[in-house]
Nanobody, 115 residues
Framework: QVQLVESGGGSVRPGGSLRLSCKVSQSLFYFAEMGWYRQAPGKQREMVATITNAGAADYTDSVKGRFTISRDYIENSVHLQLNSLRPADTGLYYC?????????WGQGTQVTVSP
């Protein structure tokens, strides 16, 4: 069983920064791709950023140039650096990976951006 535990969320003002972390219960080498997703109130969950074992990263258009995803193989963690935050970035941020036919999700960490 794979467990994902997110942390680092909080409340910030527009323009602020946060660093989210996702601790994985197994070595990151087992997972070809890791991702961060978010869900705002009343909206569907959306992909924010993904990163492969080779280090290739992909971002949704609205966060390009502001967010950075990274993998830490020593800590078995995936991080998401959030800069220049906007109110539209508010939501519950989830870490996700898959192994075989199964998807694994964390419980989420809340990010709130407001004046």
């Amino acid at each position: 069983q794979v467990q994902l535990v997110e942390s680092g969320g909080g409340s910030v003002r527009p323009g602020g920064s946060l660093r989210l972390s996702c601790k994985v219960s197994q070595s990151l080498f087992y997972f070809a791709e890791m991702g961060w997703y978010r869900q705002a109130p009343g909206k569907q969950r959306e992909m924010v950023a993904t990163i492969t074992n080779a280090g290739a990263a992909d971002y949704t258009d609205s966060v390009k140039g502001r967010f950075t995803i990274s993998r830490d193989y020593i800590e078995n963690s995936v991080h998401l650096q959030l800069n220049s935050l906007r109110p539209a970035d508010t939501g519950l941020y989830y870490c996700m990976t898959d192994k075989g036919a199964l998807q694994y999700w964390g419980q989420g960490t809340q990010v709130t951006v407001s004046p």
